[in-house]
């Protein structure tokens, strides 16, 4: 079975208006960059045990990636462990990754280098919730 995250990030209410439309968010899984988006879950596929993961921005005029704070994840077999960061009520301040307590309606896959995403990702359609689906989670129709 597959295993990895499912990460969310999103920006403070605050400052979203502006980081929104002049940063682009990355995830880090072990020092390596993941290209994220906004508001939207990114899963991705890791081996099990423990792994590093941050989130942080890089503004469009600049390099260097802002914001990362690195929290300790442990990957279970067969599971994904749902997280959301979001950065503090100030730009400068790092982004909080946590565990996700309301599970993502709409998720990117990130497949291997060069292979694109799936179509639901690119046309970002969102996954309905059905009641009962299987072991209580929520399932698409």
């Not at 879950?41 to 941050?54: E, M, N, S, Y």
């Not at 599970?103 to 990130?110: G, L, M, S």
């Not at 497949?111 to 694109?116: A, E, F």
């Not at 046309?123 to 129709?141: A, H, Q, Y």
């Amino acid at each position: 079975m597959a295993s990895g995250i499912v990460i969310t990030t999103r920006a403070y209410w605050i400052g979203r208006w502006f980081v929104h439309p002049l940063a682009r968010a990355f995830v880090l899984i072990d020092r390596v960059e993941h290209p994220g988006e906004w508001s939207i879950a990114t899963r991705i596929a890791l081996d099990l045990g423990p792994h590093a993961v941050a989130v942080g921005i890089r503004y469009r005029w600049g390099r260097a990636l802002l914001g990362v704070r690195e929290v300790p994840v442990e990957v279970e077999a067969g599971r994904y462990a749902h997280l959301c960061a979001t950065n503090g009520l100030i730009n400068s301040e790092p982004f909080y990754v946590t565990r996700s307590v309301n599970r993502p309606t709409t998720v990117t896959t990130i497949w291997g280098q060069g292979q694109p995403r799936s179509l639901r990702a690119r046309m970002r359609i969102p996954l309905r919730r059905c009641p009962g689906g299987p072991d209580g989670r929520s399932c698409v129709r």
